[in-house]
């Protein structure tokens, strides 16, 4: 069965620092991958996805995401926090013949001054 | 562009009480899909449906039926509330099912407590 695992349940960054989110899928087919946030109170709004071509995506507010078949992983990274970057994180997977997406349990950040 | 909208925003059950969230989408969408965000849980899919005239059941569908009014609608209906059901429920609508290039679009959300 499909699976996505997010090992970290939260994550403590302090403004200007770089960030890592982990993101481990297991999955019987090519992956479509994508990474959300969700801000307090509010749905998810979509970061950046992955479906083919260069695996390091580009995505908005300044994050990014590499995918690495061979490790399973699909990573979102920023160069340097903004306390406005507190929220939680939410990784998702799906392939083509699946009908939805499998979300992780999601990793909140906590932003530091 | 009000994208998928949710109503209530928050709404208050006793046990035993019915109710339907409802849900509109304004993007053409063909797909819509009801989740539920519990802590500690992620979001888990209740129902889907994956164009008008379709519903399927998702990981969670028990005590839960949707109804797929029109391209536009898809509501949630709780015929005999639990104090289980006690969540955060979100709308969300896409292109085409899960497919390349049709990301989830979401609603901001319906708080339900059960009491």
């Known amino acids: 069965a499909q699976s996505v695992t997010q090992p970290d349940i939260h994550i403590t960054v302090s403004e200007g620092a770089s960030l890592e989110l982990r993101c481990n899928y297991s999955y019987g087919a090519t992956p479509y991958l994508f990474w959300y946030v969700q801000s307090p109170g509010q749905g998810l709004q979509l970061l950046l996805k992955y479906f083919s071509g260069d695996t390091l995506v580009q995505g908005i507010k300044g994050f990014e995401a590499e995918f690495k078949r061979s490790q399973s992983s699909f990573n979102l990274r920023k160069p340097s926090v903004h306390w406005s970057d507190a929220a939680e994180y939410f990784c998702?997977?799906?392939?083509?013949?699946?009908?939805?997406?499998?979300f992780g349990k999601g990793t909140m950040l906590l932003v530091s001054p | 562009n009000a994208g998928v909208t949710q109503t209530p925003k928050f709404q208050v059950l006793k046990t035993g009480q019915s109710m339907t969230l409802q849900c509109a989408q304004d993007?053409?969408?063909?797909?819509m899909y009801w989740y539920r965000q519990d802590p500690g849980m992620g979001l888990r899919l209740i129902y889907y449906s994956a164009s008008e005239g379709t519903t399927d059941k998702g990981e969670v569908p028990n005590g839960y039926n949707v109804s797929r009014l029109n391209k536009r609608e898809f509501s949630l209906r709780l015929e005999s509330a639990a104090p289980s059901q006690t969540s955060v429920y979100f709308c969300?609508?896409?292109?085409?099912?899960?497919?390349?290039?049709?990301?989830?679009?979401f609603g901001n959300g319906t708080r339900l407590t059960v009491t």
């Open positions: 993007m053409n969408h063909n797909s």
């Open positions: 998702a997977v799906g392939a083509r013949g699946y009908s939805t997406l499998t």
């Open positions: 969300a609508s896409s292109e085409e099912v899960a497919g390349v290039n049709s990301p989830l679009h």
